[in-house]
């Protein structure tokens, strides 16, 4: 679950959805490269930085299942970002792009088994957490992000 076989086309397609929300919440949108964080981004306005953010593509209707698998280690190390700076999973739908702010929260954890003739391997198999949809908002369906700046900063 992890991005062990992420290709190209899930870094544009992660890309291209890490620019809308840049765009609708009025933010300058600057990537952290390599896979080195457990970001994908961050965003910014007036050079500050507000809010840090992680992207997905999900091929299918935002309600086609109840809830969004995310690897559990994953959604750890985010959560530690969510406590500096607001942090938000966004997630790239076939019926349009959602949303939600990452916090400690706890959610209901299974394990990914994958399946050999999947084509994966057992490097995926890791716990994953279930993040009910409904907790997701659609990014047309609320007014851009205020993300103020902390007080006191300049």
């Not at 992207?55 to 809830?67: F, G, Q």
């Not at 969004?68 to 607001?86: D, G």
């Not at 959602?98 to 394990?111: A, D, E, G, M």
Request: proline share 6%; charged share 30%.
């Amino acid at each position: 679950m992890g991005k062990l076989y992420e290709s190209q086309s899930d870094k544009d397609n992660e890309a291209e959805i890490l620019k809308k929300f840049a765009e609708w919440s009025k933010s300058e949108l600057q990537s952290c490269s390599g896979g080195a964080y457990p970001v994908d981004g961050l965003l910014k306005r007036e050079g500050k930085v507000v809010a840090f953010v992680e992207a997905r593509r999900r091929h299918n209707n935002h309600n086609k299942y109840p809830t969004l698998i995310w690897s559990l280690q994953k959604y750890v190390k985010v959560v530690q970002f969510s406590a500096i700076l607001p942090t938000f999973f966004v997630v790239g739908f076939d019926d349009g792009i959602y949303w939600i702010q990452i916090k400690l929260k706890r959610y209901r954890v299974t394990f990914f088994d994958n399946e050999p003739a999947a084509g994966r391997d057992s490097r995926d198999n890791e716990p994953i957490i279930h993040i009910p949809v409904e907790e997701f908002t659609k990014l047309a369906d609320v007014r851009p992000l205020p993300l103020p700046l902390e007080e006191g900063e300049e």
